[in-house]
């Protein structure tokens, strides 16, 4: 399903096994999500692009791609839960800023990503058994360092990469 400068609120939606390029992609729209589950999708699950989210569980079982993507972005959200992303649990790019309590990472390639300039600020992280569990950097130079700020994350025995242009709290 795609949205296009839209105002849209989905609530109790199931997506399984999709084929289609995102599951559920936004574009420079507003959007409330909630109760979301996606599982076997071939691609993202949620990809927004330029627009707002908020949003209340959401949940993302062997994802091909990345559970939730965003770019130029502003997103508040209560409860995401992750296992088996083959990409990453949530990125964020693009001078995205965000706030998410309550998420779950397991069993991913990359738990968290935030690149471009992207704020983050995350509180309750549990990252469990994925490769890497953060990942805090910047990809193209013309944007400011990425910020992450997580409350309630035992950061120790974790695999974080962190350029130096980039600030991790």
Sequence with gaps: LNFLKTNAILENIKVINSNSEDALNFFNSDV???????????????????????????????????????????????????????????????????????????????????????????ENLKSINNDYDVALFSKKNKYKKSELEIKNFNKNNKKILQSKNSLLK
């Design 32 to 122: 409330f999500l909630k109760n979301i589950y996606f599982e076997n999708t071939q691609s993202y699950a949620i990809d927004m692009d330029f627009g707002s989210l908020n949003f209340s569980e959401i949940i993302c079982l062997k994802i091909k791609s990345d559970c939730l993507d965003f770019s130029g972005t502003k997103a508040k959200g209560e409860k995401v839960s992750v296992e088996k992303s083959y990409d990453n649990g949530l990125n964020v790019s693009e001078d995205s800023e965000i706030y998410i309590r309550n998420l779950t990472m397991k069993n991913s390639r990359l738990a968290i990503a935030i690149k471009d300039g992207s704020k983050a600020y995350l």
